[in-house]
């Protein structure tokens, strides 16, 4: 679950002051990966999907981004919509894979996972006038102009392997191979690891510029990429990053 | 029996008695260094080797290598994952693990099979069900022994190239990053014609030499 993506609506002071991705609103639902939400009363919802694995609020609704899956194992892509109190539900039924929904210039969008771009219009999707890498993914979004998009190598050995991160408003991008560890914005920056072939290199990235602000190398992936920034000296302090990175 | 594998014309031939006896497609890695970022491609290299063996290959350089081809799946979309059966006969997680997602599994296989669902067994090794080793025989004895190692490279499909033969589709092969890329069929023809036998002659011709 992306806890950066929760950050809207009433929250827009707080994104003016702080690094944004950092703080989290109260969550007044709570969806598995089974397909079921919990209200903040505790009302449970089991949604028609047997796998879920994204989810998004705004503006008092839920969107979930999951898999029906039917008697035979074949799987239906799916993004649902559900109100505050649970008891409005819309399905939509796509023929590709979705990877994410997120909030940009205050509509909300998915992409899929060929790097497809939708926006959510009315009651409909229409496929959005952007589109992202094969294999995107949304780090951060303020909500209004900025997206952080970051797209991974594809896995088999004969496809593609590059990857990377770019900025929409302001604009950056910053090339390098990831394969499973996905950039993660932690404490208002950019935490990226580079799959190397023998270990890997940890960088810290302005999310204003794209600027490397350090980087360390280790001989093994993180297992949460916001865990080095708090275990310092353990996981590896970024020693090379200069005064007031806040590392 | 020898085999040769000529990479300039992308071309593995049968040596019986001196003669020529069978051809295959068959994609080495490029002339010269590649530009992939993560592992360049390089060249097949030039010698004489000889077959060891023959194995279903496993590696932690590449994610979908780490689990044998043919392993057993059990979904957990309710978790968000899947599992694979380990060598102990317990479960493993494909997320912790191997470090993919399900819907990147379910994607993977929309791919090479068109159905969007988690297949019963492992089919993404990227070395396919079997890959094929050698190793340069720098004492002469046919034994693989002392400074002797396995080559990295080696023969072996792909897990596109194994949907398609399975499919019942044209078989497209792709340059390698070294290996030798084989069609699933003639794979399975060159081992019931005895051709990667172990102690087999194997010579990788230079580029520009053409057959």
């Known amino acids: 679950m992306k806890n950066c993506k929760l ?237 007031g990175t806040g590392l | 029996m020898e085999l040769h594998f000529f990479p300039g014309q992308n071309l593995l031939a049968v040596k019986k008695n001196n003669v020529f006896t069978s051809r295959f497609e068959a994609w080495g890695g490029p002339a010269s260094k590649g530009s992939d970022p993560y592992m360049p491609e390089e060249p097949t290299w030039p010698g004489t080797y000889i077959i060891h063996s023959t194995q279903r290959y496993t590696t932690p350089t590449w994610a979908l290598s780490k689990i044998k081809w043919g392993t057993r799946l059990t979904d957990k979309p309710g978790i968000n994952d899947i599992y694979y059966e380990l060598p102990s006969k317990r479960w493993g997680s494909i997320k912790n693990d191997i470090g993919v997602d399900r819907q990147y599994i379910v994607n993977l296989y929309f791919t090479y099979y068109g159905q969007m669902r988690v297949p019963s067994t492992w089919v993404f090794n990227d070395f396919g069900p079997i890959a094929i080793r050698w190793y340069k025989d720098l004492n002469n004895n046919k034994i693989l022994d002392g400074k002797e190692r396995l080559s990295g490279q080696m023969f072996h499909t792909t897990p596109q190239n194994e949907a398609e033969h399975a499919l019942g589709k044209k078989v497209d092969i792709k340059p390698s990053h070294g290996c030798i890329h084989l069609k699933p069929m003639d794979r399975d023809f060159l081992i019931e014609l005895g051709a990667f036998k172990p102690k087999t002659i194997f010579v990788v011709h230079k580029y520009y030499e053409k057959l």
């Open chain 1, 7 to 243: 950050l809207f609506g009433l929250f827009f002071f707080t994104i003016s002051i702080f690094s944004v991705c950092h703080a989290t609103p109260p969550i007044s639902k709570k969806w598995y990966e089974d397909g079921k939400i919990v209200s903040s009363s505790g009302k449970k919802l089991q949604l028609d999907l047997q796998n879920a694995y994204d989810g998004l609020e705004y503006k008092n609704k839920i969107y979930i981004v999951g898999f029906k899956i039917n008697s035979d194992g074949i799987n239906t892509p799916q993004i649902v919509e559900v109100s505050e109190d649970l008891k409005e539900i819309q399905y939509w039924t796509f023929d590709s894979i979705i990877n994410d929904v997120f909030v940009y210039k205050h509509s909300i969008y998915a992409n899929n996972i060929a790097g497809k771009v939708f926006e959510l219009t009315g009651d409909s999707w229409k496929e959005a006038n952007m589109s992202f890498p094969e294999n995107s993914q949304v780090v951060f979004s303020d909500g209004m102009e900025q997206l952080i998009v970051c797209h991974s190598a594809s896995a088999p050995m004969t496809a593609n392997h590059k990857g990377g991160c770019y900025s929409i408003s302001p604009n950056w991008r910053y090339d390098f191979t990831w394969f499973d560890l996905a950039p993660k914005v932690c404490g208002g920056k950019l935490y990226t690891y580079e799959n190397k072939v023998n270990g890997g290199i940890f960088r810290v990235l302005s999310l204003e510029s794209g600027q490397v602000l350090c980087s360390k190398i280790l001989a093994t992936p993180p297992g949460n990429i916001c865990d080095i920034e708090q275990k310092p000296g353990r996981v590896g302090t970024c020693f090379s990053c200069p005064r």
